[in-house]
């Protein structure tokens, strides 16, 4: 079973747009973080066990190109012994370091049924994260433009409703009922977001 507390994410800091050039700052900053990490004390405060490990399989979601795109950018770790392929969606072939032709397997094997596991739950990862940032994002902006509602009021409102879908379907009357928001500033609330709506 996966161990969910050592995922990371890595926010893409130099070429969000250039899926290669993504996946070449991602691999480098995750190896760079473990050759880092090797040599910490675990006592020290900065140490994560998550990246004192080499990985001992690295999976590409992608075809040939982007297998070689990860080998070029785990280039100079290559001493590690890391084991990389990729996992071409289409017809789920494996794409494997110095073979030209790639390996299909029997959609019923445990090695790619694995592979797949391991493919579609990164994609679920990656997904809630960035659902998560666009729902605080959104958030944001919504409760920035709200008449009487400065941070603290965000905080109070945020934590009452749990989720900015559930602030936005409030009623008048729930946005009353909330401890500590004074009714003329729910009201304004209220006809700012059915005005808004």
Known sequence: APKKSDY????????????FAAM??????R???YVAHRERSPHEKSHDPSFATAPGLIVIDGGKG??????????????????VVSLAKRIEEVF???????????????????LQRVRDDAHRFALEFHRGRRDKAMTRSILDD?????????RLLLNHFGS?????????????????????VAREINWHLRKTA
């Open 8 to 19: 990371r994410r890595f926010g893409i800091r130099e070429a969000a747009q250039d899926d």
């Open 24 to 29: 070449n700052e991602v691999l480098s900053r």
């Open 66 to 83: 982007q297998l070689s795109a990860g080998l070029e950018a785990l280039s100079e770790f290559r001493d590690l012994g890391v084991i």
């Open 31 to 33: 190896m760079a973080q």
């Open 96 to 114: 494997l370091p110095g073979r030209p032709q790639p390996l299909v397997l029997s959609h019923e094997s445990a090695p790619l049924q694995l």
């Open 164 to 184: 900015p879908e559930r602030f936005l379907e409030a009623s008048r009357e729930e946005l009353e009922a909330v401890p500590g928001l004074p009714g003329k």
């Open 146 to 154: 709200l008449p009487g509602v400065g941070p603290a009021r965000k």
